[in-house]
């Protein structure tokens, strides 16, 4: 079993749908869960860190942590073509920045 | 912001060149990464420097090398580049761990293609 696993997709969507992103994790000691998005070519921008269980919100993007299930999700309300990139998720047993678990990402297409 | 930058975007090299790979960041994060990213097979990391002349072994280091001789520079060597080392190359830095939430940022990447 992988330590954290994500659907590949390709996930595609109409503009303003909600959009459901989500990634499994096996190991019960990460505490530290973050979002990145990747435009094709480029590389990965921070979208959303999140400690333990709980919800943050920041403008259209709300992630989700249940460490009981050991899931997390980032939901895209009103969706734009702009949102179209892949999206990985990251997770890591100490604050800070080393030693960061990644997800395969998941490939979001949304349509005009 | 924080701004890694990597001296290429693009790159292509003969098999048995010697590559050097740059990444600079300008926020004196302590720490730096360097992953290699494939189709299918996601970020891995290949090795990673916590501080000036220290360096750590990531998940895949064979056929690469690293050096930071400046905080604020850390460098990726392919001693004999491959075909098998065609792929993208990320670097990332971060804070040390007890000094703020932060988490790691990366570069635009450099593609590099071994023919």
Known sequence: QKEVEQDPGPLSVPEGAIVSLNCTYSNSAFQYFMWYRQYSRKGPELLMYTYSSGNKEDGRFTAQVDKSSKYISLFIRDSQPSDSATYLCAMSFNQAGTALIFGKG???SVSS | DVKVTQSSRYLVKRTGEKVFLECVQDMDHENM??????????????YFSYDVKMKEKGDIPEGYSVSREKKERFSLILESAS?????????ASSHQPGLSTDTQYFGPGTRLTVL
């Open chain 2, 83 to 91: 075909t098998n080392q065609t792929s993208m190359y990320l670097c």
């Open chain 1, 106 to 108: 998941t490939t979001l």
């Open chain 2, 33 to 46: 990464f360097w992953y290699r990213q494939d189709p299918g097979l996601g970020l891995r990391l290949i």
